[in-house]
């Protein structure tokens, strides 16, 4: 990687030249032109104002120094392989009387190594507390870093030493281990100007080691008999827990033909009152053991269905033959009586006949006893 930076001069007969940017390693074109020129020379120095070309002519044994163009109005040497050693202040010098010159600096980048990840345990157990401190060296200017959990960036703490004309860069992470950092990539990046193309990081993936941790998960909400279900025993630990067991209220499982066991899970091929209680799954590791219990009921099967308590949603109708019931003197809606009905109403009426005869005999009895005392105060 190469830049220029323009340095500015008087047209005519004085150089013109430019400030250069370079990587370690790279290749470094210094130009010197001149606008007018008198057939005078032109000449090149390094830092340390030894002559490097004059006009077409080398002055100094370097194998890395080659010339590029050399004219009356421009030379152009190339250093190839560049070290920061080359990097200061070069000289064009134009010969006329008096001598005049034009000043190029020439700066080199240094090439921050690749990071290296210190600090980290294989496997790491959870509830650690681990410093990961990633470094770089050789980067001029100081490079920087950054640390990533997976594609997330995290916050480090960042150091910079000088070491000559370079620097080395370290980086310190703070981790508190837990289950969740098992199998995360934690990843240093450089990020520095001279790595434009090709960026520089480093990256490590931790293992932790934790016990274990179990729950159990079932097929069915709601047990009944006769039906199948399923208990499954899932268990998280790393290493991975050893194969769980089965128990019944303490003990072991009763029935072996209609309770399976594969693997994690157990199984009921068909449900009875007898399969109530609780069982458990128990898993470990070497760094602990964990269980989880489900308590079994098991429901009778439903014969009738239960009486609904939702109101209907539209009304239902008197039943006409309730309405014979409370009517039944009307001669319109005598049909389909029951027989006894006519009879019983024969006798009602005969009863109502009787007292009205009655009522009229006492009222006739007293309107002639009330004549009869009339007539006697009349005399």
Same mark, same amino acid.
């Given at each position: 990687?190469?830049?220029?930076?323009?340095?500015?001069?008087?047209?005519?007969?004085?150089?013109?030249?430019?400030?250069?940017?370079?990587?370690?390693?790279?290749?470094?074109?210094?130009?010197?032109?001149?606008?007018?020129?008198?057939?005078?020379?032109?000449?090149?120095?390094?830092?340390?104002?030894?002559?490097?070309?004059?006009?077409?002519?080398?002055?100094?044994?370097?194998?890395?120094?080659?010339?590029?163009?050399?004219?009356?109005?421009?030379?152009?040497?190339?250093?190839?392989?560049?070290t920061l050693s080359d990097e200061g202040m070069y000289t064009c010098s134009l010969f006329t009387m008096p001598v005049r010159t034009a000043k190029a600096y020439l700066t080199v980048l240094g090439v921050p190594e690749k990071p290296e990840i210190?600090?980290?345990?294989?496997?790491?157990?959870?509830?650690?507390?681990?410093?990961?401190?990633c470094i770089t060296q050789g980067s001029k200017p100081a490079a920087d870093l950054r640390w990533f959990r997976n594609e997330k960036e995290v916050k480090g703490a960042k150091e910079v030493n000088a070491s000559g004309k370079t620097f080395t860069?370290?980086?310190?992470?703070?981790?508190?281990?837990?289950?969740?950092?098992?199998?995360?990539?934690? @990843?240093?990046?450089? $990020?520095?100007? /001279?790595?434009? &193309?090709?960026?520089?990081?480093?990256?490590?993936?931790?293992? +932790?080691?934790?016990?274990?941790?179990?729950?159990?998960?079932?097929?069915?909400?709601?047990?009944?008999?006769?039906?199948?279900?399923?208990?499954?025993?899932?268990?998280?630990?790393?290493?991975s827990p050893d194969p769980v067991m089965w128990t019944k209220d303490g003990g072991e499982l009763p029935d072996l033909d209609r309770m399976i066991v594969e693997g994690r899970e157990l199984t009921f091929t068909s449900l009875n009152k007898t399969?109530?209680?609780?069982?458990?799954?128990?898993?470990?590791?070497?760094?602990?053991?964990?269980?989880?219990?489900?308590?079994?009921?098991?429901?009778?099967?439903?014969?009738?269905?239960?009486?609904?308590?939702?109101?209907?949603?539209?009304?239902?109708?008197?039943?006409?033959?309730?309405?014979?019931?409370?009517?039944?003197?009307?001669?319109?809606? @005598?049909?389909?009586? $029951?027989?006894? /009905?006519?009879? &019983?109403?024969?006798?009602?009426?005969?009863?109502?006949?009787? +007292?009205?005869?009655?009522?009229?005999?006492?009222?006739?009895?007293?309107?002639?006893?009330?004549?009869?005392?009339?007539?006697?105060?009349?005399?």
């Amino acid at each position: 990687m190469a830049s220029k930076g323009k340095v500015r001069g008087i047209s005519g007969q004085y150089p013109l030249v430019q400030n250069m940017t370079v990587t370690e390693g790279g290749t470094a074109n210094l130009t010197c032109r001149v606008e007018y020129n008198d057939n005078t020379s032109l000449q090149w120095s390094n830092p340390a104002q030894q002559t490097l070309f004059f006009g077409d002519k080398k002055a100094l044994r370097d194998n890395r120094i080659e010339l590029v163009r050399a004219s009356w109005s421009e030379l152009t040497i190339s250093i190839s392989d560049v070290t920061l050693s080359d990097e200061g202040m070069y000289t064009c010098s134009l010969f006329t009387m008096p001598v005049r010159t034009a000043k190029a600096y020439l700066t080199v980048l240094g090439v921050p190594e690749k990071p290296e990840i210190d600090g980290l345990t294989k496997p790491a157990m959870e509830g650690d507390h681990i410093t990961l401190t990633c470094i770089t060296q050789g980067s001029k200017p100081a490079a920087d870093l950054r640390w990533f959990r997976n594609e997330k960036e995290v916050k480090g703490a960042k150091e910079v030493n000088a070491s000559g004309k370079t620097f080395t860069v370290r980086s310190s992470l703070q981790l508190h281990v837990d289950r969740n950092d098992d199998g995360v990539a934690y @990843t240093c990046k450089v $990020d520095h100007v /001279a790595l434009t &193309q090709t960026p520089q990081q480093a990256t490590e993936v931790l293992e +932790v080691h934790y016990a274990p941790r179990v729950e159990i998960i079932h097929s069915l909400a709601v047990p009944q008999e006769g039906q199948y279900l399923k208990l499954e025993c899932v268990s998280k630990g790393n290493p991975s827990p050893d194969p769980v067991m089965w128990t019944k209220d303490g003990g072991e499982l009763p029935d072996l033909d209609r309770m399976i066991v594969e693997g994690r899970e157990l199984t009921f091929t068909s449900l009875n009152k007898t399969d109530n209680g609780t069982y458990r799954c128990e898993a470990s590791n070497h760094l602990g053991t964990s269980n989880a219990e489900y308590v079994l009921y098991v429901y009778d099967v439903p014969t009738t269905l239960p009486p609904s308590t939702t109101p209907p949603l539209h009304p239902i109708p008197p039943d006409p033959t309730a309405l014979l019931g409370t009517h039944a003197s009307d001669p319109t809606v @005598t049909g389909n009586r $029951d027989p006894n /009905a006519v009879g &019983q109403h024969g006798t009602d009426h005969a009863l109502i006949g009787g +007292v009205v005869a009655v009522v009229v005999f006492v009222t006739l009895c007293l309107i002639i006893v009330l004549g009869r005392y009339l007539a006697r105060h009349k005399g």
